[in-house]
């Protein structure tokens, strides 16, 4: 009985770390780090719901570019989802890469969000 115990726990840990952990390109090195600090903008492009759930979140895409919401930013925008929305808000980027180094892509995102029309 008493190593019983011990198992499930251990089972449990490994359980709970694997759900928690990124996927494998997840792996964070320095460049998945902030690249830029935020610049004010203006953007113009249609509200989106990317992801499935529950890991959802709100993009603007544009003509060339998606902005991803941040989340505290999303109720300012989830009830326009696939409408055309203007707003100004500040801009950054992460660049993300695989465990292995190689670049992945770069994403952009936008807060402090104003809602212009």
Known sequence: M???HKI???FFLILYTATILPAG????TEGSKLATEPVPVTVSGR????GNSPM???VITGENREWHIEQSEEK????LQQQTVTVSGKEYYFDYF???GSFTE???FIKDITLIN
Request: glycine share 8%; charged share 20%.
């Open 2 to 4: 008493f190593h019983f």
């Open 8 to 10: 499930f726990v251990l």
């Open 25 to 28: 390109g997840g792996k964070e």
């Open 47 to 50: 509200v989106r719901l990317t």
């Open 56 to 58: 959802t979140s709100l």
């Open 76 to 79: 300012k925008l989830t009830h």
């Open 98 to 100: 695989f465990a292995n």
């Open 106 to 108: 770069r994403r952009y």
